[in-house]
């Protein structure tokens, strides 16, 4: 039998991205799973950002499908890169709108409604390295996921009791439409890849792989578990050093 044979998991944000990847992979686990989203091939309309359109998905989402015990919070949006002078306030607002606001209300919606309903189960939000490890001009998107991440900590410790768990991934660099830009520029993937000890660019099913895991395991709860291959463990200089040394041993001769 599949792990989640008969859960029913909503994921907002679940038409693209890391979102669709993660509605794959819980189906593939036997969840019936449902992706909410504004735009895309998703099942019921939400704008995350909303609590009426939340309270009006998780209502239409239970009549169709039935009560959801496992959540996915996936939807977000890549705020506005900049420096924090150049910033305006109606970005930052729209920004923490989806990736916050959002979060906290797909979150308490559906906790609620498992709470009533006397399901355990587990959520996870995607937070990012970003919200760990900060970068020039990311201020507004690390802003937010920073806050997912210790919303996510303090969620765990009240929905303990009631047999909900709630973890946080943080991906690194991982190809979705949100990057895509960045991912066709060759210079970007040899440097990403230069800084990350697996090699290579993360995906939407390595990142949806890593929340199966965290979903599946009943003693992880409370953590924010970075899904980057490693990059956040090596600094720029770090980075330098492994490259020269890479090159260095390229270059000797066989034994």
């Known amino acids: 039998m599949r792990i ?3 859960r029913v998991a909503v994921v907002s944000g679940g038409s693209s991205g890391i979102g669709a990847g993660c509605v794959e992979a819980l189906r593939d686990e036997g969840a019936t799973a449902v992706a909410w989203d504004v735009a895309g091939d998703y099942d019921v309309y939400c704008d995350v950002s909303d609590e009426a359109s939340v309270l009006a998905a998780l209502d ?3 009549r169709r499908f039935g009560i959801p015990s496992l959540h996915v919070a996936s939807a977000g949006v890549r705020g506005y890169p900049a420096p924090i002078t150049d910033i305006p306030v109606d970005a930052w607002d729209a920004a923490f709108g989806v990736n916050v606001r959002g979060v906290f ?3 308490r919606s559906i906790a609620r409604r498992m709470i009533e309903a006397g399901l355990d189960g587990s959520i996870v939000t995607v937070s990012s390295v970003q919200g760990v490890v900060p970068d020039p001009v990311l201020s507004l998107y690390s802003a937010t996921k920073a806050a997912v991440y210790q919303m996510t900590r303090v969620a765990a410790i009240e929905l303990g009791p009631h047999g909900i768990r709630v973890n946080a991934i943080g991906p690194g660099p991982t190809i979705t439409s949100m990057t895509q830009g960045l991912a066709e520029s060759d210079e970007w993937r040899r440097q990403v890849e230069e800084m990350t000890p697996l090699g290579r660019v993360g995906t939407p099913k390595l990142i949806a792989d ?3 895991n965290v979903m599946r395991s009943e003693w992880i ?3 924010c578990i970075l899904t980057d ?3 956040s463990l090596i600094s720029a200089r770090g980075a330098t050093r492994a490259r020269l040394h890479t090159q260095e041993l390229s270059g000797r001769a066989p034994n």
């Open 105 to 107: 209300l797909t979150l």
């Open 60 to 62: 239409e989402t239970e």
């Open 210 to 212: 890593a929340v199966v």
């Open 229 to 231: 291959g490693g990059s």
């Open 221 to 223: 709860t409370g953590q």
């Open 4 to 6: 989640f044979e008969g």
